[in-house]
């Protein structure tokens, strides 16, 4: 059974930071692709970065350079996003999810995701 838990998510001022974890079980991370995508109330679904673990190559939405990161733990099987300068219009559900690469990643195309964490920015 393949199964993601995002972690760290809560209530961060405006230009504030916060990390989030993504655990994976049943899942190695040394296939595939992973990334974070977010969705706020009433909006589509929007890719924010996702790493493929095929060739090592990170690849970024335009609003996240600068301000966003991931990372991965191969030994911990977790998965991790750098959010720094956050914004009020950052506000929203944040999931991690597998991919068959990032290409399917952002064309919304998942394997498996998990339940998502809020991350509000507000003052």
């Known amino acids: 059974q393949v199964q993601l838990v995002e972690s760290g998510g809560g209530l961060v ?10 655990a994976v079980s049943g899942y190695t991370l040394d296939y595939y692709a992973i990334g974070w995508f977010r969705q706020a109330p009433g909006k589509e ?12 190559i990170t690849y970024d939405a335009g609003y996240g350079k600068g301000r966003f990161t991931i990372s991965r ?17 950052d506000t929203a559900v944040y999931y991690c999810a597998i991919a068959f ?16 964490t809020q991350v509000t920015v507000s003052s």
């Open 101 to 116: 690469n990032c290409g399917y990643f952002y064309n919304r195309k998942y394997d498996y995701w998990g339940q998502g």
């Open 45 to 56: 679904r929007e890719g924010v970065i996702c790493l493929s673990n095929t060739d090592g």
């Open 13 to 22: 001022q405006p230009g504030g930071s916060l990390r989030l974890s993504c």
């Open 73 to 89: 733990d191969k030994t911990k099987n977790t998965v991790y996003l750098q959010m720094n300068g956050l914004n009020p219009e």
